[in-house]
């Protein structure tokens, strides 16, 4: 039970400050996409990074592994 609210707190701070759940990635692409190639949390987070300060618009990079 304190796990689940340590990580509900985290995941609450992490998005207030605008820093994006790397878990959260990987269980929605894993749901929605499975075909497709996770980015590892140091792409992930470099890709958010330029989302977010950078001009290229925040759209993510999805690699499709069955190509």
Known sequence: MLKQRLKAFKQTLYLMVGQPDYEQYCAFM??????????????FYNNRLDARYSSKGGALDVVNSSD
Not at 30 to 43: F, G, Q
């Open 30 to 43: 894993r749901h929605h996409h499975p075909n497709c190639t996770l980015m590892s949390y140091e792409e």
